[in-house]
């Protein structure tokens, strides 16, 4: 059973879904679409927040497939606390206190359940992308309590596995606004786009986002760059992890800078965050020869993209609106697509870095980064590239 309410959204969102995507049926047709969405419906009362939370997430899920992580929903109520999956297992990342202890358990369901009950609801094309989403939606209220064997909870209990062995237990309500330090920051979202050092001759620049807010931030990094000796710099370390995407435009102005410093090395450090514009960004660094080290980004380097956003009653909702292959075709209605994305192009292309690098446990917990001490340490000289 869904309520009217529910229905009168979720019908706003299929009808714009349709309306808006260049190739709204590419995994399911919209019969079953239809047979899926009254399935669901005769086995769920949808009748509040969570529910609906979780009926919209399923049906994306299904609608997308791997080609298509940009159309979503998402409802966000974060609790103070959030997590890092390393070593395949998710351990504590703030509160500080906390850093590097085991999550065992959420309101005594064991997390292995629930992570594999999030499957049903997270939306992937790559690993890296699947290791975000339950990253993140392991501290959103709504994305738990909406889950089968939470559902009804007016609370959620985290039980915890400390360093030294000893179990805590965190718990929250369902009702307070939780507002704390880590959300207080752009930084927490975004990192530090356009800081740079130079340590030991080797430039390391973040290029953490290209989110629009960040353009002047960009340029005035970039132009400050400009005016440093760098004559003594042999390698460039561009920090492209966390690049979660925004004006792919913005890219340009790293890239017309590393093209009048095409003298030196260039590394590229990759990570699972890498999604939507950031790959654009990997591309364009790939082409100016760049040795990747790190880990596979958060997408398929071809996939539906450019999310067209609907606002229906407070509820907020995105839907790709083009298909972009980097080098090879962009689109951005139905004719074109028809006419230009042929099976060999839909097929998903994989980035695997160049030199595979992934954060230890022990590395974490003692404040070392594994990926960028790799990479300082690098010299292309000494390793074949694989």
């Known amino acids: ?41 005769n086995r769920m009362d949808v009748k509040d927040k969570y529910t609906f939370f979780y009926m919209m997430n399923y049906i994306i899920k299904r609608l997308s497939g791997l080609e298509d ?58 690993e890296g992308r ?16 909406s889950l089968p064997s939470l559902r009804g909870n007016n609370k959620v209990v985290y039980k915890i596995q400390k360093l030294d062995g000893e179990i805590e237990e965190l718990e929250f309500d369902n009702v307070q606004k939780y507002k704390e330090e880590m959300f207080d920051t752009i930084e927490y979202l975004f990192g530090k786009p356009g800081k740079y050092e130079i340590r030991d001759n080797i430039l390391i620049y973040k290029h953490s986002s290209v989110q629009p807010q960040f353009e002047t931030r960009i ?29 792919s435009k913005l890219n340009d102005y790293l890239m017309d800078f590393l093209k009048e410093n095409v003298d030196k090395d260039l590394l590229v450090l990759t990570d699972y965050r890498v999604f939507s514009a950031g790959r654009y960004a990997l591309v364009d660094l790939l082409k100016l020869g760049a040795t990747t080290i790190g880990e596979e980004i958060g997408t398929p380097i071809n996939c539906f993209g450019e999310t067209n956003r609907i606002n229906v009653d407070y ?13 090879k075709c962009g689109v951005k209605n139905k004719d074109d697509f028809k006419r230009f994305v042929v099976d060999e192009i839909r097929k998903p292309i994989f980035f695997k870095p160049d030199i595979y690098v992934s954060t230890s446990k022990a590395d974490y917990i003692n404040g070392i980064d594994t990926i960028l001490e790799y990479a300082l340490s690098y010299n292309k000289n000494n390793l074949l590239r694989k």
């Open 130 to 145: 699947r290791r975000s989403k339950i990253e993140d939606y392991l501290f959103n209220r709504v994305a738990l309590l």
């Open 1 to 41: 059973m869904i309520e009217s309410r529910y229905k009168k959204v979720y019908e706003a969102f299929i009808e714009h879904y349709k309306n808006v995507h260049v190739c709204p049926w590419h995994e399911i047709s919209e019969e079953e679409l239809n047979d899926i969405y009254n399935s669901l419906i």
């Open 219 to 247: 340029i005035e990094s970039i132009d400050r760059l400009r005016r440093e000796d760098l004559s003594n710099v042999s390698k460039i370390i561009i920090d492209l992890r966390g690049n979660t995407g925004g004006n």
């Open 315 to 327: 509820y907020s909702f995105a839907s790709s609106s083009a298909y972009f292959y980097p080098g």
């Open 69 to 126: 992580a940009h159309t979503e929903y998402e409802f966000v109520e974060p609790l103070p606390i959030n997590f890092k999956i390393i070593e395949n297992e998710i351990l504590i990342n703030y509160p500080e206190r906390l850093k590097g202890s085991s999550l065992l358990a959420i309101n005594d369901k064991d997390i292995n359940k629930i992570v594999g009950e999030l499957e049903e609801i997270i939306t992937y094309g790559t």
